[in-house]
């Protein structure tokens, strides 16, 4: 049992943009109260990280709280902080005991809900169009809706529409076709040209109709983010496979990034206009189930907070890189590194759909293939792009350099996944820790990449050997490669593999981090058609079911196109769900027969 003294004590935990401070109110033996004193998190990201934790940790007497909250590092910094503050105040036994509640919204009732009859269920609420998921799919889909006049719920499993996939990305938007952002700055490309390019990246993988969608309206949507939804863009960058597809469509830039430089630049003012034009949202609710009825028609669902009737469903419910067990069964090469998308990707959507014979394709396939370093509990930093800027070499269990770095991060992702136990340490220097966080990108790294190391995630050592024991590697490898590398810096040429790209010496101290497999989601999923319906097994739509997002198979072929195609996606397809469950539930329909009344 714990022997605190009372009084207000102080405590200090690392977060993502720097130090966490906190006051801890102690009386007779109990943390009265948490007081978060100063934080630099990011705006929106960690908001709910910020508020939750306090409460948590006074709630259940624990600084060891594992939560849903979406921040995980923002959040597991705030009980360091607690920790700290209260070791100052005496013997701390009992307050770190395990609590789990990551798992309490989930009430399956193992009850079916296929071909019920409505009339025998109890429903919370109505709409129109119940829309599943507040990422950039689930958003455009409600706003779509909305104006064309449909009641629409929305709702989202955490705490706010800011912890998607979305919101974490980097805020790219990839669009060609000659976008006015393209033509401002002297950009020449067409939706021909645009489309050949796709067709040449995709190898046949990609579904024809969803690609022809993507160009069609692709540049389209792009105006409409930027003047109706009111997202700023800043410009258009290149960052994609088209030099490698010069032969087949004349290279131009397509990947247009926010001023923020970040997704909440593109989900804030989409949530906004969601609010804005009448989207009810439920926040905090988990939908387990698609309601059918007799005649195997959609017709609501149900969640841990009761049932949820709609005309029409749409699920936007991301994919599911954050789930082990589907990841080995589908995409085991990603089972090895981890997800740095959105902590609820553990394909709820997928499985809904599954269980009503919902027909799934490309569960192979990711939205990208990066590599990257794990961070935190269920939190990795990717993707790692430094060889493009700043010197670090990859080596396997063995100590060794297997491939050059400056390899296509999806080509190099893939041969790391060969290797001994599917991972590499990549090692690097004080010029890319100086540099945090712009060597990286989101989630963000600490700054000096202090919290990363504090935890053991990232080594930090003085010499080649003292590395090598941190990392288990053999010494006398270890510094052979090493060497090696710095002695072909000087020659002006890497006698191994050929690296074009930075050849700079490495120099002491030295930091190493495991890196693996890692990708933002998957782009496997449900199959849709043209107009976002779900089909099943016999390629006939499921009536009333719809799904836009990562959700989705179909819409990436074999190679990633480049940065933003996936958020691409999300509003192309978004948008035509919202229309189309609109245009559904505005047929009315006897309920008996099922024949439409028009």
Known sequence: ???????????????????????????????????????????????????????????????????????TI?????????????????????????????????????????????????FEDKADVLVIG?????????????????????????????????????????????????????????????????????QGYEDPDMREAMVEYGAEDYEWLANDVGVKFEEVQEIGNEEAMKDYAKPAARSHVTVEKSGYGITTPLFKKAKEVGTKFIFNITAENLITDKNSRVIGVHTNKGNFRGKSVIVATAGFSRNKEMLKSFAPDFAVGESYGSIRQMGDGITMGAQIGAKLRDMWMPIATWVAIKSGNNVSIGPLCPSWTDPYIWVGTDAKRHLSEDTYFEFAAKEIATLDQGFVW?????????????????????????????????????????????????????????????????KGRDT??????????LKKPLYAAKMAPATPDMAGGLTINKKTEVLDNQNNPIVNLYAAGSTTGG??????????????????????????????????????SGASQN
């Open 496 to 505: 191994e593999f050929g690296r074009k790209v930075d050849l700079t010496e």
């Open 426 to 490: 990549i090692i690097f220097d004080q010029g890319i820790v100086d540099k945090m966080p712009t060597a990286f990108s989101a989630p963000a790294p600490s700054p000096h990449l202090k919290r990363e190391i504090e935890d053991g995630y990232i080594k930090k050592a003085d010499s080649i050997e003292d590395l090598a024991k941190q990392t288990n590697l053999d010494s006398a490898t270890l510094t052979e490669t090493i060497n090696k590398w710095n002695a072909d810096v000087e």
């Open 134 to 202: 507040s990422g950039a799919a689930g958003l455009s889909a409600s706003i779509a809706a909305r104006q064309k006049g449909v009641s629409v719920i929305c709702l989202e499993y955490t705490s706010s529409y800011m912890l998607s996939d979305a919101t974490l990305s980097g805020g790219y938007y990839n669009a060609g076709g000659g976008t006015s952002l393209q033509k401002s700055q002297g950009i020449d490309d067409t939706k021909e040209n645009w489309n050949n390019y796709l067709k040449a990246v995709g």
């Open 555 to 592: 819409w990436r072929g074999k190679i990633y196109p480049g940065c933003g195609i996936g958020i691409t996606n999300a509003i192309v397809f978004g948008r035509i769900a919202g229309e189309s469950a609109a245009k559904n539930a505005q047929v009315k329909t006897d309920t008996s």
């Open 1 to 71: 049992m714990a022997n605190l003294r009372d009084g207000v004590f102080h405590g200090t935990g690392s977060g993502n943009r720097g130090e966490i401070n906190v006051s801890v109110t102690v009386k007779n033996n109990k943390i009265k109260d948490v007081k978060i004193d100063q934080q630099n998190e990011t705006e929106g990201i960690s908001n709910a990280a910020l508020k939750k934790a306090p409460e948590l940790i006074v709630e259940n007497q624990s600084y060891n709280i594992d939560a849903v909250t979406g921040a």
């Open 74 to 122: 923002s959040f597991h910094a705030i009980e360091k902080a607690v920790e700290n503050a209260l070791i100052k105040a005496g013997d701390t036994t009992g307050l770190n005991k395990k609590i789990d509640l990551r798992n309490v919204a989930k009430t399956n009732d193992k009850q079916d809900y296929r071909y019920l009859d409505p009339a025998t269920l109890k």
